[in-house]
Protein backbone atom coordinates (compact mmCIF):
# COMPACT_ATOMS: atom_id res chain seq x y z
CA UNK A 1 0.00 0.00 0.00
CA UNK A 2 1.36 3.86 -1.01
CA UNK A 3 1.37 6.39 1.21
CA UNK A 4 -1.38 7.66 -0.57
CA UNK A 5 -3.45 4.76 -0.01
CA UNK A 6 -2.42 5.07 3.55
CA UNK A 7 -3.69 8.72 3.77
CA UNK A 8 -7.43 8.26 1.98
CA UNK A 9 -7.71 5.39 4.32
CA UNK A 10 -7.14 7.15 7.25
CA UNK A 11 -9.49 9.62 6.04
CA UNK A 12 -12.34 7.28 5.41
CA UNK A 13 -11.63 5.77 8.69
CA UNK A 14 -12.27 9.59 10.45
CA UNK A 15 -15.31 10.22 8.00
CA UNK A 16 -17.05 6.85 8.95
CA UNK A 17 -17.05 6.09 5.79
CA UNK A 18 -14.54 2.73 6.70
CA UNK A 19 -15.94 1.21 10.72
CA UNK A 20 -12.75 1.63 12.90
CA UNK A 21 -11.69 -1.09 15.16
CA UNK A 22 -10.20 -0.81 18.33
CA UNK A 23 -8.55 -3.12 20.45
CA UNK A 24 -10.78 -5.27 22.56
CA UNK A 25 -13.70 -5.28 19.60
CA UNK A 26 -13.65 -8.78 18.27
CA UNK A 27 -14.69 -10.78 15.50
CA UNK A 28 -15.28 -13.98 13.64
CA UNK A 29 -12.69 -15.22 11.37
CA UNK A 30 -10.45 -18.52 10.95
CA UNK A 31 -9.37 -19.91 7.21
CA UNK A 32 -11.57 -22.55 5.93
CA UNK A 33 -10.17 -25.41 3.62
CA UNK A 34 -13.05 -25.06 1.57
CA UNK A 35 -11.62 -21.71 -0.13
CA UNK A 36 -8.19 -22.30 1.13
CA UNK A 37 -5.64 -20.19 -1.57
CA UNK A 38 -9.03 -18.35 -2.95
CA UNK A 39 -7.56 -15.25 -1.45
CA UNK A 40 -4.08 -15.32 -3.09
CA UNK A 41 -5.50 -15.13 -6.94
CA UNK A 42 -5.84 -11.94 -7.81
CA UNK A 43 -4.79 -10.03 -4.61
CA UNK A 44 -2.04 -7.12 -5.81
CA UNK A 45 0.29 -7.39 -2.37
CA UNK A 46 2.62 -4.47 -2.15
CA UNK A 47 5.87 -5.48 -0.11
CA UNK A 48 7.90 -3.48 2.67
CA UNK A 49 11.70 -3.34 2.76
CA UNK A 50 11.29 -5.88 5.97
CA UNK A 51 8.98 -8.34 3.70
CA UNK A 52 11.28 -9.00 1.05
CA UNK A 53 14.34 -9.35 3.71
CA UNK A 54 12.38 -12.22 5.76
CA UNK A 55 10.64 -13.92 2.79
CA UNK A 56 14.64 -14.17 0.79
CA UNK A 57 16.00 -15.40 4.40
CA UNK A 58 13.33 -17.98 4.29
CA UNK A 59 14.43 -19.32 1.13
CA UNK A 60 17.82 -18.56 1.53
CA UNK A 61 18.43 -15.95 -1.17
CA UNK A 62 19.23 -12.85 -1.47
CA UNK A 63 16.85 -9.62 -1.40
CA UNK A 64 18.36 -9.18 -5.13
CA UNK A 65 17.39 -12.80 -6.29
CA UNK A 66 13.95 -12.83 -4.44
CA UNK A 67 12.78 -9.24 -6.25
CA UNK A 68 14.43 -10.96 -9.53
CA UNK A 69 12.51 -13.88 -9.55
CA UNK A 70 9.14 -13.35 -7.73
CA UNK A 71 7.95 -9.72 -7.81
CA UNK A 72 7.87 -6.68 -9.99
CA UNK A 73 8.81 -3.10 -9.27
CA UNK A 74 6.52 -0.32 -9.91
CA UNK A 75 7.25 3.41 -9.53
CA UNK A 76 4.85 5.53 -7.27
CA UNK A 77 3.49 8.33 -10.07
CA UNK A 78 3.33 11.27 -7.86
CA UNK A 79 6.54 10.45 -5.50
CA UNK A 80 8.58 8.21 -8.03
CA UNK A 81 9.57 6.11 -5.25
CA UNK A 82 9.84 2.58 -6.06
CA UNK A 83 7.60 0.15 -5.01
CA UNK A 84 8.05 -3.67 -5.07
CA UNK A 85 4.97 -6.16 -5.23
CA UNK A 86 4.48 -9.91 -5.31
CA UNK A 87 4.44 -11.21 -9.16
CA UNK A 88 1.34 -13.45 -10.21
CA UNK A 89 1.46 -15.84 -13.02
CA UNK A 90 -0.41 -14.29 -15.58
CA UNK A 91 -2.17 -12.19 -13.66
CA UNK A 92 -3.32 -15.75 -12.18
CA UNK A 93 -2.47 -16.36 -8.64
CA UNK A 94 0.55 -15.65 -6.14
CA UNK A 95 3.83 -16.87 -7.00
CA UNK A 96 3.80 -18.95 -3.78
CA UNK A 97 0.62 -20.44 -4.14
CA UNK A 98 0.90 -24.26 -4.14
CA UNK A 99 -1.45 -26.66 -5.29
CA UNK A 100 -4.38 -27.46 -2.22
CA UNK A 101 -4.24 -23.63 -1.67
CA UNK A 102 -1.15 -23.67 0.74
CA UNK A 103 1.31 -20.66 1.48
CA UNK A 104 4.93 -21.79 0.23
CA UNK A 105 6.48 -19.41 2.64
CA UNK A 106 3.54 -19.31 5.44
CA UNK A 107 6.09 -18.85 8.18
CA UNK A 108 7.78 -15.06 6.82
CA UNK A 109 4.26 -14.40 4.80
CA UNK A 110 4.17 -10.85 4.10
CA UNK A 111 2.63 -8.53 7.02
CA UNK A 112 -0.43 -7.93 4.70
CA UNK A 113 -1.02 -11.67 4.67
CA UNK A 114 -0.75 -11.94 7.88
CA UNK A 115 -2.73 -9.86 9.08
CA UNK A 116 -5.90 -10.45 6.56
CA UNK A 117 -8.86 -10.23 7.24
CA UNK A 118 -7.72 -7.03 9.57
CA UNK A 119 -6.12 -3.64 7.83
CA UNK A 120 -4.17 -0.91 9.31
CA UNK A 121 -3.80 2.41 7.94
CA UNK A 122 -1.14 5.30 9.31
CA UNK A 123 -0.58 8.35 8.98
CA UNK A 124 2.18 10.70 9.61
CA UNK A 125 1.07 14.46 10.79
CA UNK A 126 3.55 17.42 10.33
CA UNK A 127 3.97 17.63 14.17
CA UNK A 128 5.86 14.07 14.08
CA UNK A 129 3.11 12.37 15.75
CA UNK A 130 1.53 9.19 13.89
CA UNK A 131 -2.29 7.86 13.97
CA UNK A 132 -3.04 4.38 13.35
CA UNK A 133 -6.80 3.38 12.82
CA UNK A 134 -7.58 -0.76 11.87
CA UNK A 135 -10.19 -2.11 10.44
CA UNK A 136 -11.76 -5.14 8.65
CA UNK A 137 -11.32 -5.35 4.85
CA UNK A 138 -14.25 -5.48 2.69
CA UNK A 139 -15.50 -9.37 2.86
CA UNK A 140 -14.89 -10.94 -0.51
CA UNK A 141 -17.55 -13.25 -1.59
CA UNK A 142 -15.46 -16.56 -2.17
CA UNK A 143 -13.94 -15.87 1.27
CA UNK A 144 -15.59 -18.16 4.10
CA UNK A 145 -13.54 -17.10 7.07
CA UNK A 146 -16.03 -14.87 8.22
CA UNK A 147 -18.40 -17.80 9.08
CA UNK A 148 -16.38 -19.09 11.22
CA UNK A 149 -17.24 -19.64 15.09
CA UNK A 150 -13.98 -19.07 16.00
CA UNK A 151 -14.07 -15.12 18.11
CA UNK A 152 -10.82 -13.24 18.63
CA UNK A 153 -10.25 -9.68 19.65
CA UNK A 154 -8.39 -7.49 17.54
CA UNK A 155 -5.43 -7.54 20.22
CA UNK A 156 -5.28 -10.95 20.10
CA UNK A 157 -5.50 -11.67 16.05
CA UNK A 158 -2.11 -9.02 15.92
CA UNK A 159 -0.49 -11.08 18.61
CA UNK A 160 -0.67 -14.63 16.83
CA UNK A 161 0.06 -12.93 13.42
CA UNK A 162 2.89 -11.65 14.82
CA UNK A 163 1.75 -8.36 13.42
CA UNK A 164 2.81 -5.70 15.93
CA UNK A 165 7.26 -6.74 15.06
CA UNK A 166 5.99 -6.37 10.97
CA UNK A 167 4.34 -3.10 11.69
CA UNK A 168 7.46 -1.89 13.47
CA UNK A 169 9.55 -2.58 11.11
CA UNK A 170 6.86 -1.12 8.16
CA UNK A 171 6.06 2.42 10.11
CA UNK A 172 9.90 3.52 9.79
CA UNK A 173 9.70 2.60 6.23
CA UNK A 174 6.34 4.72 5.63
CA UNK A 175 8.02 7.48 8.22
CA UNK A 176 11.20 7.89 5.83
CA UNK A 177 8.49 8.02 2.53
CA UNK A 178 6.38 10.26 4.15
CA UNK A 179 9.42 12.34 5.17
CA UNK A 180 11.16 11.88 1.74
CA UNK A 181 7.70 12.95 -0.10
CA UNK A 182 6.71 16.14 1.86
CA UNK A 183 9.98 17.59 3.54
CA UNK A 184 12.63 16.67 0.63
CA UNK A 185 9.77 16.71 -1.93
CA UNK A 186 11.00 13.51 -4.15
CA UNK A 187 8.56 14.27 -6.62
CA UNK A 188 10.36 17.36 -7.64
CA UNK A 189 13.69 15.55 -8.36
CA UNK A 190 13.61 11.75 -7.89
CA UNK A 191 14.51 9.82 -10.78
CA UNK A 192 15.33 6.45 -12.07
CA UNK A 193 18.89 6.82 -12.00
CA UNK A 194 18.65 7.99 -7.91
CA UNK A 195 15.83 5.04 -7.29
CA UNK A 196 18.27 2.29 -8.65
CA UNK A 197 20.98 3.66 -6.36
CA UNK A 198 19.01 3.14 -3.39
CA UNK A 199 17.72 0.20 -4.05
CA UNK A 200 20.16 -2.34 -1.74
CA UNK A 201 19.11 0.52 1.00
CA UNK A 202 15.65 -0.85 0.61
CA UNK A 203 16.05 -4.72 -0.65
CA UNK A 204 19.43 -5.45 -0.67
CA UNK A 205 21.26 -5.58 3.04
CA UNK A 206 23.59 -8.36 1.98
CA UNK A 207 24.94 -5.82 -0.86
CA UNK A 208 26.02 -3.48 1.50
CA UNK A 209 27.03 -5.79 3.66
CA UNK A 210 29.39 -7.25 1.78
CA UNK A 211 30.23 -4.01 0.21
CA UNK A 212 31.22 -3.00 4.13
CA UNK A 213 32.31 -5.96 5.73
CA UNK A 214 29.28 -6.40 7.72
CA UNK A 215 28.75 -9.73 9.48
CA UNK A 216 25.71 -10.78 11.15
CA UNK A 217 27.47 -11.32 14.30
CA UNK A 218 28.34 -7.37 14.22
CA UNK A 219 24.85 -6.14 13.04
CA UNK A 220 21.81 -8.62 13.72
CA UNK A 221 18.93 -8.51 11.03
CA UNK A 222 16.69 -6.21 12.93
CA UNK A 223 19.62 -3.89 13.75
CA UNK A 224 21.23 -3.84 10.63
CA UNK A 225 17.41 -2.81 8.65
CA UNK A 226 17.55 -0.04 11.43
CA UNK A 227 21.04 1.62 10.22
CA UNK A 228 19.76 1.05 6.56
CA UNK A 229 16.87 2.98 6.33
CA UNK A 230 18.60 5.75 9.12
CA UNK A 231 21.47 5.90 6.23
CA UNK A 232 18.90 6.46 3.52
CA UNK A 233 16.90 9.20 5.02
CA UNK A 234 21.07 10.62 5.44
CA UNK A 235 21.58 10.09 1.99
CA UNK A 236 18.24 11.45 0.41
CA UNK A 237 18.42 14.58 2.20
CA UNK A 238 21.76 15.26 0.58
CA UNK A 239 20.80 14.56 -2.71
CA UNK A 240 17.61 16.44 -2.57
CA UNK A 241 19.75 19.59 -0.97
CA UNK A 242 21.70 19.36 -4.21
CA UNK A 243 18.69 19.61 -5.94
CA UNK A 244 17.28 22.37 -4.25
CA UNK A 245 15.19 20.98 -1.79
CA UNK A 246 15.17 19.84 1.89
CA UNK A 247 15.88 21.35 5.56
CA UNK A 248 20.38 21.48 4.03
CA UNK A 249 19.27 23.00 0.35
CA UNK A 250 20.42 26.23 1.97
CA UNK A 251 22.57 27.04 5.24
CA UNK A 252 20.41 30.14 6.80
CA UNK A 253 23.06 32.56 5.96
CA UNK A 254 21.78 31.48 1.85
CA UNK A 255 25.40 29.40 1.42
CA UNK A 256 25.53 26.19 0.07
CA UNK A 257 26.25 23.11 1.96
CA UNK A 258 28.97 21.21 0.99
CA UNK A 259 28.10 17.27 0.02
CA UNK A 260 31.95 16.38 0.09
CA UNK A 261 32.23 12.92 2.49
CA UNK A 262 28.51 12.17 2.38
CA UNK A 263 29.12 8.21 1.16
CA UNK A 264 31.95 8.31 4.11
CA UNK A 265 28.87 9.43 6.50
CA UNK A 266 26.39 7.16 5.13
CA UNK A 267 29.10 4.08 5.97
CA UNK A 268 29.65 5.25 8.86
CA UNK A 269 25.47 4.49 10.12
CA UNK A 270 25.74 1.52 8.21
CA UNK A 271 28.71 0.32 10.12
CA UNK A 272 28.07 1.74 13.45
CA UNK A 273 24.56 2.77 14.04
CA UNK A 274 25.21 7.08 13.84
CA UNK A 275 26.85 9.29 11.77
CA UNK A 276 30.58 10.29 13.01
CA UNK A 277 30.60 13.22 15.30
S1 LIG B 1 -10.98 -18.16 4.57
FE1 LIG B 1 -10.59 -16.37 3.23
S2 LIG B 1 -8.51 -15.75 3.82
FE2 LIG B 1 -8.78 -17.84 4.56
S3 LIG B 1 -8.05 -19.20 2.92
FE3 LIG B 1 -10.27 -18.91 2.56
S4 LIG B 1 -10.37 -17.20 1.14
FE4 LIG B 1 -8.32 -17.13 2.05
S1 LIG C 1 2.58 -14.98 0.09
FE1 LIG C 1 1.41 -16.80 0.64
S2 LIG C 1 -0.32 -16.00 1.85
FE2 LIG C 1 0.55 -14.28 0.71
S3 LIG C 1 -0.62 -14.14 -1.22
FE3 LIG C 1 1.18 -15.42 -1.62
S4 LIG C 1 0.52 -17.53 -1.27
FE4 LIG C 1 -0.99 -16.18 -0.32
Redesign the pocket.
Known amino acids: MTLKMHRDLVDRLESGETAEMGMEDSFNFACDDRCM ?1 R ?2 NT ?1 K ?1 VLDPWDVES ?1 ARHLGITGREFIENFCALEDDPQSRWPYVK ?1 SHVENG ?6 EGGK ?4 PA ?2 R ?3 TYPVGRAVRFNEDGTKEEKYFLVEKQNFCLGHGSSCRRTLREWLEDSDAPAYYRRSDQYFELIHYVNTVLQAGRWLNSRIARMIMPFLYGPEVLRAKLGIPEGEAGHEEFYERRIKALKVLLTELAAGFGFGPLAKVPDGEEVEDAGIMDRVGEILLKGEEPR
Open positions: GCCIIMLPCVFLMCRIYRSNCR
